[in-house]
T-cell receptor
Framework: ELKVEQNPLFLSMQEGKNYTIYCNYSTTSDRLYWYRQDPGKSLESLFVLLSNGAVKQEGRLMASLDTKARLSTLHITAAVHDLSATYFCAVDLTTSGSRLTFGEGTQLTVNP | EPEVTQTPSHQVTQMGQEVILRCVPISNHLYFYWYRQILGQKVEFLVSFYNNEISEKSEIFDDQFSVERPDGSNFTLKIRSTKLEDSAMYFC?????????FGQGTRLTVV
């Protein structure tokens, strides 16, 4: 059974600081996604990582994938309050369509 | 930008009643999904649907649940005889071969 673990689960940081969220998974996969969820809202797709060594960047967020280590990271650079949300990684074992197994989520709070 | 739409946004139902949650996936997508999120917990896969049939389902998706694509645009999740523990946010999603796009969710409250 695929297990997806994120850490930390809760992260409180100051504006302007950097931090990394980690996503470990138990079964080999080269399809990993990062989603953002604001309270009471849907899941917004942030990044799609489809191969070993993939790195994607959007604004202050950068995601990477190491399929050999079964690890993805989401790095936050110079955090701002607007980044406060819950971030989920999700792993897909299927080869077509997507059945996603989500991590527990990391609740990020960026304080002024 | 195309989006997945779900109705209703919030449904309150009495225990034992049947509910139908509705979704309109993105029009050129081929795969459809239902996920649920119990308050404060992670998102869990329920079922995937492709080519007018269930392609995969989780252990959560038991005989109480069913899905249907009654016409060319809607995709529904029916929960028969709801239980208190069915209270959750239910998300519909659709995809082509790649990433899934999620609807805004239906909050189901069973009382």
């Amino acid at each position: 059974e695929l297990k997806v673990e994120q850490n930390p689960l809760f992260l409180s940081m100051q504006e302007g600081k950097n931090y990394t969220i980690y996503c470990n998974y138990s079964t080999t996969s080269d399809r990993l996604y990062w989603y953002r969820q604001d309270p009471g809202k849907s899941l917004e797709s942030l990044f799609v990582l489809l191969s070993n060594g993939a790195v994607k960047q959007e604004g202050r967020l950068m995601a990477s994938l190491d399929t050999k280590a079964r690890l993805s990271t989401l790095h936050i650079t110079a955090a701002v309050h607007d980044l406060s949300a819950t971030y989920f990684c999700a792993v897909d074992l299927t080869t077509s369509g997507s059945r996603l197994t989500f991590g527990e989520g990391t609740q990020l709070t960026v304080n002024p | 930008e195309p989006e997945v739409t779900q109705t209703p946004s919030h449904q309150v139902t009495q225990m034992g009643q049947e509910v139908i949650l509705r979704c309109v996936p993105i029009s050129n997508h081929l795969y459809f999904y239902w996920y649920r999120q119990i308050l404060g917990q992670k998102v869990e896969f329920l079922v995937s649907f492709y080519n007018n049939e269930i392609s995969e389902k989780s252990e959560i998706f038991d005989d109480q649940f069913s899905v249907e694509r009654p016409d060319g645009s809607n995709f529904t999740l029916k929960i028969r005889s709801t239980k208190l523990e069915d209270s959750a946010m239910y998300f519909c999603a659709s995809s082509d071969e790649g990433r899934a796009f999620f609807g805004q969710g239906t909050r189901l409250t069973v009382v």
